[in-house]
């Protein structure tokens, strides 16, 4: 299993332009979830979904939109880059609930904005 | 909704020392609690986690913890730490319910000198 991958792995932006970061998992997991950390706030929800098909906000949707036409995927879309977004996003998936099952994370996706 | 508090953002310790790293939470019903590591250029991974039972929980690598209902605690410990414990520590906390997310800690970086 390759578990949780994401790519790009790094990426730099300028204001204004759109890109869609990557999520897949070859777990069957249900659960997926998509992260920012950033430095001394610790990781923050933006979007998850509970399976294919359903999707919901987290603690900062804004400016992000995500979809699940699958299990394995669940892209993250930015859809006009801002400065603010500049993170570490990090994808994770489990198979069940958060509060029930642990969650796997990706090794993230570096983004810079300018 | 709930939240979580990280005493320390900072602990910098030698080589056998011992650790400890608080954490409380905020929420008025039943959680489940977990510790995540982020060692330097890696993604996060579970440490260890609490569900219910015995509330002295043991983890990966010697970590433990202990949850303290009273206190709405969940302190991570060491006996005696080593260099390559130099890692970022997130607490997290979910509600034991439904679709539960994860809710992070802003995080402690320990720095351990050889």
């Known amino acids: 299993n390759a578990g949780v991958t994401q790519t790009p792995k790094f990426q730099v932006l300028k204001t204004g332009q759109s890109m869609t970061l990557q999520c897949a998992q070859d777990m069957n997991h249900e659960y997926m979830s998509w992260y920012r950390q950033d430095p001394g706030m610790g990781l923050r929800l933006i979007h998850y979904s509970v399976g294919a098909g359903i999707t919901d906000q987290g603690e900062v949707p804004n400016g992000y939109n995500v979809s699940r036409s699958t299990t394995e995927d669940f892209p993250l879309r930015l859809l006009s880059a801002a400065p603010s977004q500049t993170s570490v996003y990090f994808c994770?998936?489990?198979?069940?609930?958060?509060?029930?099952?642990?969650?796997?994370f990706g090794p993230g996706t570096r983004l810079l904005v300018l | 909704a709930q939240s979580v508090s990280q005493h320390n953002h900072h602990v910098i310790l030698s080589e056998a020392a011992s650790l400890e790293l608080g954490c409380n939470y905020s929420?008025?019903?039943?959680?489940?609690l977990f510790w995540y590591v982020q060692y330097p250029g890696q993604h996060l991974q579970l440490l260890l986690k609490y569900f219910s039972g015995d509330p002295l929980v043991k983890g990966i690598k010697g970590f433990e913890a202990e949850f303290i209902k009273s206190k709405f605690s969940f302190n991570l410990r060491k006996p005696s730490v080593q260099w390559s414990d130099t890692a970022e520590y997130f607490c997290a906390v979910t509600p034991w319910s439904g679709y539960s997310t994860l809710t992070f800690g802003k995080g402690t970086m320990l720095l351990v000198s050889p």
């Open positions: 994770a998936s489990s198979r069940g609930s958060a509060g029930q099952e642990t969650q796997y």
């Open positions: 929420y008025g019903g039943t959680v489940n």
